[in-house]
């Protein structure tokens, strides 16, 4: 996770009694020692001088503000400062820590959140290899690793791809056999052609992953892991292949209730913005839903991996059409639509079905947290655990590893559920025979 640390620093007296020569000479050895950080990923935004005239200004003279990649980057760099002798010469007092966006860092005052150190690194770069395969007439990629009797399924949602699971998917190595899609017209997937308004709407994308599903021949003993609409799409496979089905996962789901009064005044008018004309040409032309994406995650996003986001959807056009057809689809008020109709029918199969599932829910979250009576809805549904931890929308980038973490538990539970099944099985005695 990306680090910022600020110094605020005066004079001491030590250093009024140098020389100008030997300021001189400790000040130029300092752009050296910075130097070798520099070239792996520390970020010098700036430094300079503390306005006396600032509203309530520290009582310190100067300034430094860096940006860096890692937590043990920000650890490297402080001990090089203690080490160059700078502190006998500067009065200082530092702050660091994870960069967050503004509306993470005010959620946790409003929380009262106390400080926290940094956790475990979050790469900005995917290990995993693509491969691709055609699906009714287009090139679909997806991410195809390990192998076992379990096939365990990773499916993203509007402006993601496959890059979304990068720093989930090593918690369930071992677990079996590990995939991780890029819908139609996401990723390194193509898009379709002649694409107009609806093209991508939830039944194309359903379509398309399961006829990749089919070709993928993922077995008969799979485990869905969704994210926003990642996760319908994986419902409606469910739905379809109950009986190949050994558990759903899922964290931001489009679930009922719809009424406009379960989503907060502000999304209502992005989204009626969204439906109009003015919407379209934002999205097409400005990349408005993207743009949008990165400020409401937890954490500032590092360059390379907004990159990875942005590159799918970076010229303007039809090529940004996935990105305005997905929030097109969400179901409010009195609207009526196939996709609504498809999205109720999920949630009452998930009341009802025995399938384990797993919800991986953000606190405070996003869309199943806007609506308050929505959560409460999902922790009805039949044989159904449910895993907290801190996050808004973009649960496995806000916060992947906790993520992980909780799928990998889960996981853990279902293999010892299959382990008692079959014990149970082989212990019972064969049909037509007798104990004496």
């Known amino acids: 996770m990306q680090q910022l640390f600020i110094e605020l620093y005066k004079y001491k007296p030590a250093w009024l009694e140098l020389s100008a020569a030997e300021r001189r000479r400790f ?3 300092l752009p050296t020692a910075l130097g070798s950080l520099q070239e792996r990923g520390l970020e010098i935004l700036g430094y300079g001088p503390n306005d006396p005239a600032t509203d309530h200004r520290a009582d310190f003279d100067f300034f430094s503000v860096y940006r860096l990649p890692d937590a043990e980057l920000l650890r490297e760099l402080q001990a090089g400062i203690a080490e160059s002798g700078w502190y006998d010469y500067f009065e200082q007092v530092n702050a660091g820590g994870p960069a967050l966006t503004p509306a993470a860092a005010l959620l946790q005052n409003v929380m009262l959140a106390p400080a926290s150190e940094s956790g475990p690194a979050v790469s900005p770069t995917s290990p995993y290899r693509k491969k691709s395969v055609t699906v009714l007439g287009s090139r679909m990629s997806y991410v195809d690793e390990g192998a076992g009797d379990r096939t365990i399924v990773f499916v993203h949602g509007d402006v993601m791809s496959s890059f979304l699971w990068r ?9 079996g056999r590990v995939i991780a899609v890029d819908l139609i ?3 390194d997937s193509e898009k379709l052609p002649d694409a107009t308004a609806g093209s991508y709407g939830f039944a194309t994308h359903a379509k398309h992953f399961s006829a990749l599903m089919d070709q993928l ?5 799979v485990v869905l892991v969704g994210h926003d609409w990642g996760s319908n799409v994986a419902f409606d496979w469910a739905m379809q292949h109950e009986d190949r089905v050994a558990g759903i996962a899922f964290a931001e789901a489009l679930l009922p209730p719809f009424e406009w009064s379960d989503w907060p005044e502000r999304m209502r008018g992005q989204f009626e913005f969204l439906r109009s004309p003015a919407g379209e040409q934002a999205v097409l032309e400005d990349n408005f839903f993207v743009n949008a994406a990165q400020h409401s995650m937890v954490r500032m996003l590092a360059p390379a991996e907004l990159d990875t986001i942005v590159r799918p959807y970076r010229s303007p056009g039809e090529s940004r059409r996935p990105t305005i057809d ?7 008020g009195d609207d009526r639509t196939a996709t609504r109709d498809a999205l109720e029918a999920q949630a009452t199969c998930l009341s009802t079905s025995d399938t384990p599932k797993l919800h991986l829910a953000g606190v405070p979250g996003g869309i199943d947290w806007v609506g308050g009576r929505r959560r409460d809805a999902i922790a009805q549904y039949r044989n159904l655990s449910r895993s907290e931890f801190p996050g ?10 906790a993520f992980g973490e909780h799928l990998a538990a889960w996981l853990h539970e279902l293999e010892d559920r299959r382990t008692r099944a079959s014990a149970k099985d082989a212990d019972a005695p064969a049909a037509g025979s007798s104990t004496s």
């Open 217 to 221: 021949a993922v077995g008969d003993d």
């Open 392 to 401: 808004f929308h973009w649960t496995p980038e806000d916060n992947p590893h």
């Open 185 to 187: 017209g996401a990723g």
């Open 27 to 29: 000040a130029m050895a």
């Open 167 to 175: 720093n989930v998917m090593p918690y369930v190595e071992g677990f």
């Open 326 to 332: 997905w929030p097109r689809e969400v179901p409010f």
